[in-house]
């Protein structure tokens, strides 16, 4: 029995096998992690593109223009799970001195996609912290976008989604707003 409890051929193999276990749940939670950071990165420059695209666009956009931008954030952001944006035109206040609008955010259009409701002038105010200072009759471009993500394996993640919310300026002038389009 002495011999036996000196004896150490083998204690490697026996040490291995205890910290393998958390060693292949490391490099999971590792790569999960990573996973999600890139997901959130691609998801946000997908969302800038699709707020430069459109702050390019003149003269006029309609509902098949952003049905068209949501299918391109989708390919963009690489999402095989649902997709939502939304694109708003505010303006603030008028110089129109026939118009006491001073300090008020108008809404020109919205139209959101894959059910989601078009922004209000009621819904404008919960989102009025969010937006830059403006100056008088400046207008924005707000685009929101939504994506869900799903890890790659479950492992107590229930799974997230990424909001996003840019404001741009025209290019040149606001576009307007045709069903045509």
């Given at each position: ?10 204690s ?6 205890i910290?393998l276990?958390?060693?292949i ?19 946000l420059?997908a ?31 690489a999402?095989n799970?649902?997709?939502?944006i939304?694109?708003?035109v ?5 110089e ?6 001073d ?6 259009w919205?139209h959101?996609t894959?059910g989601?409701p078009d922004?209000t002038?009621?819904t404008?105010?919960d989102?009025a912290?969010?937006?830059?200072v403006?100056?008088?009759g400046d ?10 993500y799903?890890a790659l ?16 300026r ?6 307007k ?5």
């Open positions: 029995m002495g011999n036996f409890a000196r004896d150490l051929r083998g490697a193999t026996l040490e291995f096998l910290v276990p958390m060693l749940w490391s490099m999971l939670a590792i790569s999960l992690f990573f996973d999600a950071f890139r997901a959130r990165s691609t998801n420059k969302a800038y593109t699709i707020s430069d695209l459109i702050s390019r666009e003149n003269p006029f956009v309609g509902p098949d223009y952003i049905a068209g931008l949501n299918t391109m954030y989708t390919f963009l952001s999402s799970n649902p997709t939502w939304r694109v708003s505010v303006q603030f206040d008028t129109d001195p026939q118009i006491d609008t300090g008020v955010l108008i809404l020109k919205s959101g894959n989601q922004l002038d009621a404008l105010s989102i912290s969010k937006i830059p403006m100056g008088h207008s924005l471009i707000l685009v929101e976008t939504h994506m869900k799903r394996a479950k492992i107590n993640f229930n799974g997230a989604s990424f909001d996003n919310f840019i404001a741009t025209p290019r040149f002038t606001p576009p707003w045709d069903e045509a389009y």
